[in-house]
């Protein structure tokens, strides 16, 4: 599929849709990207928007659990609010919280929270982050679900330069799979997976 200058493909077995490698944006264009969001500690709009991850999550771990805000942003409010709910949490962001030391250890959760979509190499950051999870671990994602092919041009989340990715629930069924891991879907664009024990 072609928009405009850009070029789509889809993945037959898990039904992802993907630009074309060669139109991946660069590191600094996508740093440039990031840099205009404005999110805040203090935006209770922006505190709802992420307990539609954070809540379903938080219900399903046990007290005092150790994780991974991945993709936390400049503004790792996500991070703050699992640790508000008695749960360390550590940041990694290329950008904003490099340190691939917390890469290393392994975590009772993971969060992915918009950050999904910006993946350049979907299936590699898949097997790492699920490579991180303990048993009984759980990766908790969200991403706007690709739900309408006759929509996908007009798209609000298409447009986002960063964007390269595009997800369905059978995307997300299929990388479960793949890891063998358990799936859930508690809420739209939020997908929940486990470790088995």
Known sequence: ????????????????????????????????????????????????????????????????????????????????????????????DPFYAPDHTVLTHPRDFITCSETAEHFHDPAGEFERLVSLLRPGGWLAVMTCFQNDDTRFADWHYRRDPTHVVFYRAETFLHIARTHGLACEIPRKDVVLMQRPD
């Open 1 to 92: 599929m072609s928009i405009g200058s850009r070029d789509y493909h889809l993945c037959k077995r898990c039904g992802a849709r993907f630009l074309d490698h060669r139109l991946l944006p660069g590191r600094n264009e996508e740093k440039a990207h990031y840099d205009r969001h404005r999110n805040s500690m203090d935006d209770p709009g922006y505190r709802r928007f992420l307990a539609r991850l954070a809540e379903p999550l938080i219900d399903r771990l046990a007290p005092g659990s150790h994780g991974l805000d991945f993709g936390c942003g400049p503004a790792p409010v996500l991070a703050a609010m699992l640790r508000e709910a008695g749960h360390e949490t550590v940041l990694y």
